[in-house]
């Protein structure tokens, strides 16, 4: 394990995400918190088990939490794992389209 979820990664993965990435914060949110209403989301926390989102849904404030399929052993691994869950959601969201 290189880095353990302290409150120091915690903070700098959802500082990240939240500056950088909100619409993908959205998007989990929508599809793997079922929340398909979510406007806007922040990344609160992230665990080794899952990660705690805050959805702005028809305008209220709503606590998400959205559990892994596998506990995380480190960032590294939190990165490819929001990485995946992204890609995952855009092989929902859009039809799939033939290699050319």
Do not use: W
Request: proline share 4%; glycine share 4%.
């Amino acid at each position: 394990m290189s880095e353990q979820f302290t409150t120091q990664v915690s903070d700098r993965i959802c500082k990240h995400m939240n500056e950088d990435h909100a619409e993908a914060v959205a998007t989990y949110a929508k599809v793997f918190a079922d929340s398909p209403d979510t406007e806007a989301a922040q990344m609160v926390s992230i665990d080794a088990q899952g990660m705690n989102l805050k959805a702005q849904i028809n305008g209220e404030s709503v606590p998400l939490r959205i559990e892994f399929d596998h506990t995380l052993q480190d960032a590294e691994d939190a990165h490819h794992t929001l990485i995946d869950m992204l890609k995952q959601t855009r092989g929902q969201s859009k039809p799939s389209t033939p290699a050319s």
